[in-house]
């Protein structure tokens, strides 16, 4: 059973930084792209970055490429999301996810089949 758990969550100044980090277990974790999604109150979840299996490829939402950098270490399972330079809009709680099969690197919400439980990113002004 594939397992996912972020951490890393806080409350941060707007301009300063986060590390959030997500351990996964259950399934040979290097053969599988992850995700970063965030869902702020009242909106929808959406999608934040992604990296493909053994970290060949990163794609970014508009809205924090420059800003945020995801990367893995596959020796330890693990997926990170570097943000820094945060905004009151980064506000959200984050979600890793991975998708059921092998694809390269999905941005699209439904084509994730695991989550994390999330972890919260507040941004003070």
């Known amino acids: 059973q594939v397992q996912l758990v972020e951490s890393g969550g806080g409350l941060v100044q707007a301009g300063g930084s986060l590390r959030l980090s997500c351990a996964a277990s259950?399934?040979?974790?290097?053969?599988?792209?992850m995700g970063w999604f965030r869902q702020a109150p009242g909106k929808e979840r959406e999608f934040v970055a992604v990296i493909s299996w053994y970290g060949s490829s990163t794609y970014y939402a508009d809205s924090v490429k420059g800003r945020f950098t995801i990367s893995r270490d596959d020796a330890k399972n693990t997926v990170y999301l570097q943000m820094n330079s945060l905004k009151p809009e980064d506000t959200a709680v984050y979600y890793c996810?991975?998708?059921?099969?092998?694809?390269?690197?999905?941005?699209?919400?439904?084509?994730?089949?695991?989550w994390g439980q999330g972890t919260q990113v507040t941004v003070s002004s």
């Open positions: 996810a991975s998708p059921p099969g092998t694809a390269l690197a999905p941005v699209g919400l439904y084509e994730y089949d695991y």
């Open positions: 259950g399934r040979t974790f290097s053969s599988y792209a």
